[in-house]
């Protein structure tokens, strides 16, 4: 059994530092995504959308790879095509309009769907020796540090080259976009190495099997689904958080990577800490359900980074970036772990498709959404986020006289 902990532990560090590097990659990128388009000439609504079609192909596409993760078995292949696909990203240099720009975008989100429901299978089941809170928790703290560390490439990448009196053009974006290669490269090594380490994850997850999984998902799954749908559909992208600040002039070229940064180490200190309490919240209830009442703060939360955010206060807009850490943390972290709770393992990489499927609607629509509102009114968008939360957190209350 310590064997298996320890084995457990090992494959949790290492998936860590293959997402460490995989969100230097994508989450540097994506703090600058948004401006990026802007140089290349496309508006908000443009903006809105290719942010809302690529969360709607990363997301629901894993409808498609959580199934055949299942029935082929193949965790492990999906999961090496899928971070092979974050290749796109440096490939942003080349972009010179942002129809290019729009499909590498879009690309990444194709690679995240085909490998994060194999991914977090074979996370879930090492997660399974340690607590899936804290295995999730920590996991995601490690890929946070990338994800801070991937933005301040661009803030370091712009001061350099303008010298801090001039505003970023496409040649700055573009060489920021290429130093990217090296965490690629790193990247896939590491992803080598984990394999080697745990070929069949799976056989850590049966040492602890002890009753008879059902065959259907169950109904807090459901619930847990819904509520989600909702709590998404009214949560801002960052990538029209981003155009917003350059549109606005609230921060600079460099501060706007440097703001994402802060986000991300935000997320990266509550994922540890709400991956805890939510084990602490199962094993005090002795209740697979009892940790997912953390979820409160998620529409909470939200309604107010949609206020803060597209305000024209640099204050506001320092608070909008913690806040959107925070929630991102619990999204990756509870959102996650509690898919592993709540859905029996032969169903697993399915749960995790319907889950994300779900998740990707509701961030296509509301990221088509929002940037149309914003074009009209940003009172509209504002008002739009804020009934959208009020109606998931009346959603949470009911549902969680199930926990």
């Known amino acids: 059994m310590e064997q298996n902990k320890k084995t457990a532990y090992q494959l949790i560090v290492l998936f860590g530092v293959v997402s460490l590097f995989g969100d230097m990659i994508y989450e540097g990128a994506r703090s600058v995504n948004g401006p990026y388009l802007k140089v290349l000439a496309a508006n908000a609504a443009l903006v809105g959308l290719i942010a809302g079609v690529g969360e709607l192909i990363g ?20 999961t090496f095509l899928g971070y092979g696909i974050l290749a796109t990203v440096p490939l942003l240099a080349l972009a010179g309009t942002w129809q290019l720009a729009a499909m590498f975008i879009v690309l990444e989100r194709l690679g995240k769907a085909i490998r994060s429901p194999a991914r977090d299978t074979i996370l879930s089941q090492a997660s399974s020796q340690v607590g899936t809170g804290f295995g999730f928790g920590l996991h995601e703290a490690m890929d946070q540090i ?32 290429s130093f990217l290669w090296i965490p690629f490269l790193f990247l896939m090594g590491s992803l080598i190495l984990a394999y080697k380490r745990l070929p069949n994850p799976a056989a850590n997850e049966n040492t602890v099997q002890k009753t008879a999984e059902p065959d259907q998902l169950s109904k807090a799954f459901w619930q847990y689904t819904i509520f989600t749908f909702f709590a998404t559909l009214g949560f801002a992208n960052f990538v029209l958080i981003s155009y917003h600040f350059k549109a606005t002039g609230i921060l600079s070229d460099s501060q706007i990577p440097f703001f994402y940064a802060i986000a991300m180490g935000v997320d990266a200190v509550v994922a540890l800490a709400v991956g805890k309490f939510y084990d602490v919240l199962k094993e005090k209830r002795k209740k697979k359900t009892a940790g997912l009442k953390i979820l409160i703060i998620v529409p909470v939360a939200t309604l107010f980074i949609t206020i803060f955010a597209f305000s024209k206060s640099y204050v506001f807009a320092f608070l909008a970036a913690c806040l959107w850490g925070v929630v991102m943390g619990i999204h990756e ?3 996650r772990s509690a898919i592993a709770d709540i859905t029996p393992l032969k169903k697993r990489g399915t749960g995790y498709g319907i889950f994300n499927t779900s998740y990707g609607i509701a961030m296509f629509l509301g990221s088509s959404l929002m940037g149309l509102l914003y074009d009209y009114s940003i009172a509209s968008l504002i008002t739009a986020s804020i009934v959208i939360e009020v109606l998931a957190f009346g959603i949470f209350l009911t549902m969680r006289k199930s926990f």
Do not use: C
Not at 60 to 67: E, M, Q, T
Not at 155 to 170: D, K, P, Q, Y
């Open 59 to 78: 997301y629901a596409l894993r409808l498609v790879s959580g199934y055949l993760s299942d029935k082929t078995k193949s965790y492990w292949l999906l």
């Open 146 to 177: 990338g994800a801070l560390s991937g933005p301040l490439i661009f803030t370091a990448v712009f001061m350099i080259l303008s010298h801090g009196n001039r505003e970023a053009n496409l040649s700055d974006y573009q060489k920021g976009y």
């Open 333 to 335: 972290t509870i959102m």
